[in-house]
């Protein structure tokens, strides 16, 4: 999976890709699916939600620069697949996921390969705002969820000289955005790769 569909494919962080040669994908996906889980594709887990292909996890991952001292925000923690790359990256993980069952699940998965420097949090209340103001500011965000603009509460959430990666556009088609946050707060957008997630559903997202 990582010659084929991740260096192959131009990426180049080195500890992107030995994190990724270390995180077992198939623990991550339902047993019906396990033969699938090193193909390049996303594969349902349940709850009408998905794990993302292995090389758009890999190049949102590239983009937020991880060296390994950050304190990263996850919006989405799904299967927990990357949110255990995050937790091999960085130095404290706080992600937010608002199904019960998916969050409970990926608990167990981070656990089981001894993850311990994630903190989970279940936003499954309708309405809960989007990120985790309590515990900001972060040198890196995710969204693992497709918004139809970037939430100006997650800029806020940013620190700076923080990145901040989203996929951005309708509720089925979405383009990557990474937007970089200045020592002095100014920001600066870089747009890549057409891909489709699942909405990003709360305040300054898609309604459920």
Known sequence: MVNDQIVAREIRDRRVIDAMLKIPRHIFVQEAFAAQAYSDKA???GEKQTISQPYIV???????????????LEIG???GYQTALLATLADRVYSAE???PLALQARKCLDSLKLFNVQLRINDSEGSPIGWEEEAPFDAIIVTAGAPEVPSILIDQL????????PV????DQQLITITKDENGELQQELSVFCRFVPLIGKQGWQS
């Open 98 to 100: 608002r199904i019960r």
């Open 58 to 72: 890999a190049l949102m991952t590239e983009k937020l620069a991880l060296t390994g001292t950050e304190k990263v």
């Open 43 to 45: 594969l349902p887990i």
């Open 169 to 172: 556009g309708t509720g089925t």
């Open 77 to 79: 923690t799904g299967s």
């Open 159 to 166: 620190a700076p000289g923080g990145r901040l990666v989203i």
